[in-house]
């Protein structure tokens, strides 16, 4: 029995194919074991070592310092809030697949189902696109300059390193600078000249209109920036709502890609009086994040992060370094597609520095708005219901200049008049301009084709009409301006008026000064007037489509009554820059016709319901400056206009932007630090301690006045002539009067050596002194400034303030900081201290003196002051009615200064008080402010103010009615 057991085993093992049976099985065994231990006991670890790719560090942004005022009131801060964030998710990939369509259409189309949720619930969300759409349709940039063009170099993905580029390549790099506003449009739609490789960019559907189109690209774009960090989130809104944020959530399993979380943004508190001063943050552009990081490494704790804010502007950008609280980061596993997928460490971010100002915010603000309700007056005492501008000794301003300013300053906006949130009023009026527009092409045609007149001999109205057709086809190229002959008789008798501008194109295309590649030409083998033909229709075509030319119509059309001004003071209302509901009465009235529109517009401007910054006519604008002369510190530094910083930081908004870029006001620009202007007589003293210090006077040298100095050709004369003289005068009388025969002698006498005179060495006297009293440098106040330059010709004149010298206000504050503390020079400075959050000081700003100008004797001090002061208190003061009964001695030297012979004078004042021991300088410049009175009445007030008592504060602070203008005075 066990035999044959044994014979049977011995034949199966002989058997070669069980003997493979077994082999396998025993394989399956193996792997089925294998394959339980990898899925089952090894099967999470594996799941991770095949998703998780690489540990990414992302960096979070810290919390920006504050920036307090001298009393430590708080003007700059952050404040959380609600926003809603975009981030590329494989989700859209998977998307894409299952309805068959694109990761771009997916995108679009979440990103659009969002733009609708926060427009319902009146949420607004920005856009880095600097790109709108009009009314009439039409595309437009909303910046300029080097703003625009790196806007266009991050779109198109230009570096500045050309080496190497083919032809073909630098010819596209050209074309993409030189993109107009829709066809960066179109590129970023659907790749439109876009480089090789660049696809169809964000490929937004043609179901979109242009107007959508432009909302899902702004997020999009934002996204773009971020492009090689794809698990970056982008916040494209901030200050959402509570019910925007609810339906978000609620809709969070279809709304892939998006979530709602808090950031901290930067508010700003007396936001346009302190403009100038704090600035405002924004998001870090590529060229800032390059300079930041700088010889940094991404792990350092001041690395920057694309989505950071910096400062922009003012002490939020010169003090970035402080305020810019240390970066955190977050460790997290991404996979190879860019998604987050754990967070694996956090790293707390930290609080930047605190900024403490020497400024006093509350001086500061009252003294912005004594400078506005100052300047309204200016404007109030000049506006007239004529046409003329009067001359020179009385230049007005016609009302209808007025009408045109709110227009030309897009106080109202006539590009979206036919938008889709225009009302009945707007479209009408809409309608109105259209119909000019057209009038006006078909005048232009005629003058172009049929009009014989010499151009001085049309109408202001086609003159201006001419110009602008000029310009345009210069701008354009079509009119080779580069390749005009200079010399050539027919230019130079279209230069000098003697010719149409008809006449002068016909002759440009034979000269070939005109590129007929422009031109829609029936054959390329045309004569003259066919190419003249196709160049009034290539003009008509141009205009039509042209939105500035909108201005230009409104603006003749006003002058010519056809476009009333009553009709544009109406689209105030219906356009919500004044309420009509709250105003109801008054806009009934206008629109009946009972209230006229002068009558309505200088109401508005005595309520300041409408100010001179809106207006942009002259003046509108002004700077006041106040420090301690003890010190250098700086109490107030006024530049108005001013600007809403809140509007600037967290994202731009366009349309408020753009109103500022195009103001003539030029509210972002800095009054203090950057308009230079000749001091005028402001800067006699500085004559005088110069000739009495070099011993060409003494404080008793008698200069005799006869109205005309005759020394030199042509003759210079006084103020005074020709309707008197000052006779004889020492130099604290002659600064009392500001006679310019007695500075004008001084400014002689300096270049004097024997009987031989040279203006060279007398202006070398005047600039040793300019120098010893800081006028030869910078103010030395922590910001942006302008340099000065003390003139370089004619000492005579340059004894008055006039030749060359060119200082800006804070350069004139400096000088008369010096003057009131007797020669000590100072660095302005507008900063205390540096502080942690805790309180700790990190830096502080002390008294940077810099020199000290000793006189020969004291008594030169005394009677320059004593000069000053007989400005505001004297007889014969210049002042002396507008100080009157103010309860502090003053003393102070007016100045006037021409730029233009067609514009108003700018008035200057410089001030300090009291007069015995000085507790601050007071300097007021009005750019254009017809007389120094105005400056002067305006420094008063800040006198009255600052002496006054916590209760009489309340009170000035509270008054906000408008001031009449000055007097009128010379010097």
């Given at each position: 029995?066990?035999r044959?057991?044994?014979?049977?085993?011995?034949?199966?093992?002989?058997?070669?194919?069980?003997?493979?049976?077994?082999?396998?099985?025993?394989?399956?065994?193996?792997?089925?074991?294998?394959?339980?231990?990898?899925?089952?006991?090894q099967?999470?670890?594996?799941?991770?070592?095949?998703?998780?790719?690489?540990?990414?560090?992302?960096?979070?942004?810290?919390?920006?310092?504050?920036?307090?005022d001298?009393?430590?009131k708080?003007l700059?801060y952050?404040?959380?809030?609600?926003t809603?964030?975009?981030?590329?998710?494989?989700?859209?990939?998977t998307?894409?697949?299952?309805?068959?369509?694109?990761?771009?259409y997916?995108?679009?189309?979440?990103?659009?189902?969002?733009?609708?949720?926060?427009?319902?619930?009146?949420d607004?969300?920005?856009?880095d696109?600097?790109?709108?759409?009009?009314?009439?349709?039409?595309?437009?940039f909303?910046?300029?300059?080097?703003?625009?063009?790196?806007?266009?170099?991050?779109?198109?993905?230009?570096?500045?390193?050309?080496?190497?580029?083919?032809?073909?390549?630098?010819?596209?790099?050209?074309?993409?600078?030189?993109?107009?506003?829709?066809?960066?449009?179109?590129?970023?739609?659907?790749?439109?000249?876009?480089?090789?490789?660049?696809?169809?960019?964000?490929?937004?559907?043609?179901?979109?209109?242009?107007?959508?189109?432009?909302?899902?690209?702004?997020?999009?774009?934002?996204a773009?920036?971020?492009?090689?960090?794809?698990?970056?989130?982008?916040?494209?809104?901030?200050?959402?709502?509570?019910r925007?944020?609810?339906?978000?959530?609620?809709?969070?399993?279809?709304?892939?890609?998006?979530?709602?979380?808090?950031?901290?943004?930067?508010?700003?508190?007396?936001?346009?009086?302190?403009?100038?001063?704090?600035?405002?943050?924004?998001?870090?552009?590529?060229?800032?994040?390059?300079?930041?990081?700088?010889?940094?490494?991404?792990?350092?704790?001041?690395?920057?992060?694309?989505?950071?804010?910096?400062?922009?502007?003012?002490?939020?950008?010169?003090?970035?370094?402080?305020l810019?609280?240390?970066?955190?980061?977050?460790?997290?596993?991404?996979?190879?597609?860019?998604?987050?997928?754990?967070?694996?460490?956090?790293?707390?971010?930290?609080?930047?520095?605190?900024?403490v100002?020497?400024?006093?915010?509350?001086?500061?603000?009252?003294?912005?708005?004594?400078?506005?309700?100052?300047?309204?007056?200016?404007v109030?005492?000049?506006?007239?219901?004529?046409?003329?501008?009067?001359?020179?000794?009385n230049?007005?301003?016609?009302?209808?200049?007025?009408?045109?300013?709110?227009?030309?300053?897009?106080?109202?906006?006539?590009?979206?008049?036919?938008?889709?949130?225009?009302?009945?009023?707007?479209?009408?009026?809409?309608?109105?301009?259209?119909?000019?527009?057209?009038?006006?092409i078909?005048?232009?045609?005629?003058?172009?084709?049929?009009?014989?007149?010499?151009y001085?001999?049309?109408?202001?109205?086609?003159?201006?009409?001419?110009?602008?057709?000029?310009?345009?086809?210069?701008?354009?190229?079509?009119l080779?301006?580069?390749?005009?002959?200079?010399?050539?008789?027919?230019?130079?008798?279209?230069?000098?008026?003697?010719i149409?501008?008809g006449?002068?194109?016909?002759y440009?295309?034979?000269?070939?000064?005109?590129?007929?590649?422009?031109?829609?030409?029936?054959?390329?083998?045309?004569?003259?007037?066919?190419?003249?033909?196709?160049?009034?229709?290539?003009?008509?075509?141009?205009?039509?489509?042209?939105?500035?030319?909108?201005?230009?119509?409104?603006?003749?059309?006003?002058?010519?009554?056809?476009?009333?001004?009553?009709?544009?003071?109406?689209?105030?209302?219906?356009?919500?820059?004044?309420?009509?509901?709250?105003?109801?009465?008054?806009?009934?009235?206008?629109?009946?016709?009972?209230?006229?529109?002068?009558?309505?517009i200088?109401?508005?401007?005595?309520?300041?319901?409408?100010?001179?910054?809106?207006?942009?006519?002259?003046?509108?604008?002004?700077?006041?400056?106040?420090?301690?002369?003890?010190?250098?510190?700086?109490?107030?530094?006024?530049?108005?206009?001013?600007?809403?910083?809140n509007?600037?930081?967290?994202?731009?908004?366009?349309?408020?932007?753009?109103?500022?870029?195009?103001?003539?006001a030029?509210?972002?620009?800095?009054?203090?630090?950057?308009?230079?202007?000749?001091?005028?007589?402001?800067?006699?003293?500085?004559?005088?301690?110069?000739?009495?210090?070099?011993?060409?006077?003494?404080?008793?040298?008698?200069?005799?006045?006869?109205?005309?100095?005759?020394?030199?050709?042509?003759?210079?004369?006084?103020?005074?002539?020709?309707n008197?003289?000052?006779?004889?005068?020492?130099v604290?009388?002659?600064?009392?009067?500001?006679?310019?025969?007695?500075?004008y002698?001084?400014?002689?006498?300096?270049?004097?050596t024997?009987?031989?005179?040279?203006?060279k060495?007398?202006?070398?006297?005047?600039?040793?002194?300019?120098?010893?009293?800081?006028l030869?440098?910078?103010?030395?106040?922590?910001?942006?400034?302008?340099?000065?330059?003390?003139?370089?010709?004619?000492?005579?004149?340059?004894?008055?303030?006039?030749?060359?010298?060119?200082?800006?206000?804070?350069?004139?504050?400096?000088?008369?900081?010096?003057?009131?503390?007797?020669?000590?020079?100072?660095?302005?400075?507008?900063?205390?201290?540096?502080?942690?959050?805790?309180?700790?000081?990190?830096?502080?700003?002390?008294?940077k003196?810099?020199?000290?100008?000793?006189?020969?004797?004291?008594?030169?001090?005394?009677?320059?002051?004593?000069?000053?002061?007989?400005?505001?208190?004297?007889?014969?003061?210049a002042?002396?009615?507008?100080f009157k009964?103010?309860?502090?001695?003053?003393?102070?030297?007016?100045?006037?200064?021409?730029?233009?012979?067609?514009?108003?004078?700018h008035?200057?004042?410089?001030?300090?008080?009291?007069?015995?021991?000085?507790?601050?300088?007071?300097?007021?410049?009005?750019?254009?402010?017809y007389?120094?009175?105005?400056?002067?009445?305006?420094?008063?007030?800040?006198?009255?103010?600052?002496?006054?008592?916590?209760?009489?504060?309340?009170?000035?602070?509270?008054?906000?009615?408008?001031?009449?203008?000055?007097?009128?005075?010379?010097?």
């Amino acid at each position: 029995m066990f035999r044959k057991l044994q014979n049977r085993v011995e034949k199966l093992l002989a058997n070669r194919l069980l003997a493979m049976a077994v082999l396998f099985a025993v394989l399956f065994l193996v792997l089925v074991c294998r394959l339980f231990v990898i899925q089952i006991v090894q099967g999470q670890s594996h799941k991770e070592d095949f998703t998780y790719k690489v540990e990414k560090t992302v960096k979070t942004s810290g919390t920006r310092g504050n920036i307090y005022d001298c009393n430590g009131k708080l003007l700059a801060y952050n404040k959380m809030v609600y926003t809603v964030n975009f981030q590329n998710d494989n989700k859209f990939k998977t998307l894409a697949q299952e309805n068959k369509t694109s990761e771009n259409y997916e995108k679009n189309k979440v990103i659009y189902e969002v733009i609708k949720i926060l427009e319902k619930n009146k949420d607004s969300f920005k856009s880095d696109i600097p790109i709108e759409i009009t009314g009439n349709g039409t595309f437009r940039f909303t910046e300029k300059g080097s703003r625009l063009e790196r806007f266009k170099r991050e779109a198109f993905g230009i570096g500045t390193d050309t080496k190497g580029l083919s032809k073909e390549r630098l010819k596209l790099r050209q074309q993409q600078l030189n993109a107009s506003a829709e066809e960066v449009f179109e590129y970023l739609r659907n790749g439109t000249m876009g480089s090789p490789g660049v696809g169809k960019m964000f490929d937004i559907d043609e179901k979109y209109s242009d107007k959508d189109a432009l909302k899902i690209m702004s997020v999009r774009y934002s996204a773009y920036l971020s492009r090689y960090s794809q698990y970056m989130k982008v916040t494209f809104a901030t200050e959402v709502s509570s019910r925007s944020i609810a339906e978000i959530e609620e809709r969070s399993n279809e709304l892939t890609g998006i979530d709602v979380s808090t950031k901290s943004i930067r508010v700003y508190k007396n936001s346009e009086a302190m403009s100038h001063v704090i600035g405002y943050t924004g998001t870090i552009n590529t060229e800032e994040l390059d300079d930041y990081n700088k010889g940094k490494k991404e792990s350092d704790k001041d690395y920057y992060a694309m989505d950071d804010a910096v400062g922009k502007a003012g002490i939020e950008k010169e003090l970035e370094s402080y305020l810019h609280g240390s970066s955190g980061s977050q460790s997290m596993i991404v996979n190879n597609i860019g998604k987050i997928v754990k967070t694996t460490k956090t790293e707390k971010a930290g609080t930047g520095n605190n900024v403490v100002l020497s400024i006093d915010s509350d001086l500061q603000e009252y003294a912005y708005n004594l400078l506005e309700r100052r300047i309204t007056g200016i404007v109030l005492s000049k506006l007239t219901t004529s046409d003329s501008k009067g001359d020179r000794s009385n230049i007005r301003i016609p009302i209808k200049d007025v009408y045109y300013s709110l227009i030309g300053n897009s106080i109202v906006d006539i590009t979206d008049l036919n938008g889709e949130r225009a009302n009945s009023y707007e479209k009408s009026m809409y309608k109105k301009i259209q119909s000019l527009k057209k009038d006006s092409i078909k005048m232009i045609r005629k003058n172009l084709t049929v009009s014989t007149k010499a151009y001085k001999d049309e109408s202001e109205e086609k003159q201006n009409y001419a110009d602008y057709v000029y310009k345009m086809l210069s701008r354009k190229k079509v009119l080779l301006t580069g390749s005009i002959d200079t010399k050539d008789k027919t230019y130079l008798r279209w230069k000098d008026e003697k010719i149409g501008l008809g006449e002068f194109l016909k002759y440009a295309i034979n000269k070939e000064w005109i590129d007929i590649s422009m031109l829609d030409l029936p054959s390329k083998y045309s004569d003259t007037e066919q190419i003249f033909d196709a160049l009034v229709s290539y003009v008509e075509e141009q205009l039509e489509k042209d939105d500035e030319f909108d201005l230009t119509v409104c603006e003749q059309k006003i002058g010519t009554g056809e476009l009333s001004g009553r009709s544009v003071c109406l689209l105030l209302y219906e356009q919500g820059v004044l309420n009509k509901k709250k105003d109801a009465g008054t806009y009934q009235s206008l629109k009946s016709g009972s209230l006229d529109a002068y009558s309505f517009i200088r109401q508005k401007l005595s309520k300041r319901e409408i100010t001179p910054a809106q207006l942009g006519l002259d003046p509108c604008s002004g700077s006041i400056v106040i420090t301690d002369p003890d010190t250098g510190k700086v109490k107030a530094m006024v530049s108005y206009p001013g600007y809403d910083s809140n509007k600037l930081s967290n994202g731009i908004d366009n349309d408020y932007y753009r109103q500022l870029a195009n103001s003539t006001a030029t509210p972002l620009y800095n009054q203090v630090l950057n308009h230079r202007t000749a001091p005028g007589s402001t800067f006699k003293p500085l004559s005088a301690i110069t000739a009495l210090n070099e011993g060409t006077i003494s404080t008793g040298t008698q200069i005799q006045c006869t109205g005309v100095f005759d020394k030199i050709s042509p003759a210079a004369h006084c103020w005074i002539y020709p309707n008197g003289k000052h006779g004889y005068n020492n130099v604290a009388g002659a600064l009392e009067v500001s006679c310019n025969c007695f500075f004008y002698e001084v400014g002689y006498d300096l270049g004097m050596t024997g009987s031989s005179y040279s203006s060279k060495k007398g202006l070398e006297a005047l600039k040793k002194y300019a120098t010893k009293v800081g006028l030869n440098k910078k103010s030395g106040i922590e910001l942006s400034e302008m340099a000065p330059h003390i003139s370089d010709e004619t000492s005579v004149r340059s004894a008055i303030g006039q030749g060359t010298n060119s200082f800006t206000p804070s350069q004139i504050s400096n000088y008369v900081t010096t003057l009131s503390n007797k020669g000590t020079v100072y660095d302005l400075s507008i900063l205390d201290k540096v502080t942690t959050s805790g309180g700790k000081t990190v830096k502080k700003y002390g008294v940077k003196k810099k020199s000290k100008l000793t006189l020969n004797d004291d008594s030169y001090w005394d009677a320059v002051w004593s000069g000053m002061r007989r400005v505001v208190s004297g007889k014969k003061g210049a002042v002396t009615s507008i100080f009157k009964g103010l309860n502090v001695k003053v003393a102070g030297k007016t100045g006037t200064a021409q730029e233009d012979k067609k514009r108003p004078n700018h008035a200057l004042f410089i001030s300090f008080g009291p007069y015995e021991d000085p507790e601050i300088t007071v300097t007021a410049v009005i750019p254009y402010g017809y007389t120094s009175s105005n400056a002067a009445a305006a420094a008063k007030d800040v006198y009255k103010y600052y002496f006054a008592n916590d209760k009489e504060k309340a009170k000035l602070r509270k008054d906000k009615k408008v001031i009449s203008a000055a007097g009128s005075v010379s010097d």
